[in-house]
């Protein structure tokens, strides 16, 4: 892994740390910073964010509603994106994720950066 990339990491870490309020999530992107490693799901999510490179200044991890899935939301922008883990494809994948209209049992559709996760999502009304 590049230098940049391990900064980057350390980076995103960090503001989302800023930003979020509950203390398992804080603890859960702690062990980002205190022991990087890929077999911890944080981590994992993380280095994901980093490496889609989108700005995330002023996102917090909100909610984590099973182990698998990590929602983000900006407070002040009113934008959300998730990540989680997508067991059920052919080769099993942590991905982007977005909220949107049911379709037949579901409403979470898989995205393929930040940007688009954030540009479908689709908030109750």
Request: hydrophobic share 40%; net charge negative; aromatic share 16%.
């Given at each position: 892994?590049?230098?940049?990339?391990?900064?980057?990491?350390?980076?995103?870490?960090?503001?989302?740390?800023?930003?979020?309020?509950?203390?398992?999530?804080?603890?859960?992107?702690?062990?980002?910073?205190?022991?990087?490693?890929?077999?911890?799901?944080?981590?994992?999510?993380?280095?994901?964010?980093?490496?889609?490179?989108?700005?995330?200044?002023?996102?917090a991890l909100?909610?984590?509603?099973?182990?698998?899935?990590?929602?983000?939301?900006?407070?002040?922008?009113?934008?959300?994106?998730?990540?989680?883990?997508?067991?059920?494809?052919?080769?099993?994948?942590?991905?982007?994720?977005?909220?949107a209209d049911?379709?037949?049992d579901h409403?979470?559709?898989?995205?393929?950066?930040?940007?688009?996760?954030?540009?479908?999502?689709?908030?109750?009304?």
């Amino acid at each position: 892994m590049s230098e940049m990339l391990k900064e980057r990491i350390e980076a995103v870490a960090k503001e989302l740390l800023k930003n979020t309020k509950n203390e398992s999530y804080r603890e859960e992107l702690e062990s980002v910073l205190i022991n990087p490693r890929e077999d911890n799901n944080a981590y994992i999510v993380v280095k994901k964010i980093a490496e889609d490179g989108y700005d995330i200044t002023g996102f917090a991890l909100t909610e984590m509603p099973l182990d698998d899935v990590y929602d983000f939301f900006n407070y002040d922008t009113n934008q959300a994106f998730s990540i989680c883990y997508f067991d059920g494809a052919e080769e099993p994948y942590w991905g982007f994720f977005y909220v949107a209209d049911w379709v037949g049992d579901h409403n979470g559709f898989a995205a393929d950066s930040i940007q688009e996760a954030i540009e479908k999502y689709k908030f109750d009304e």
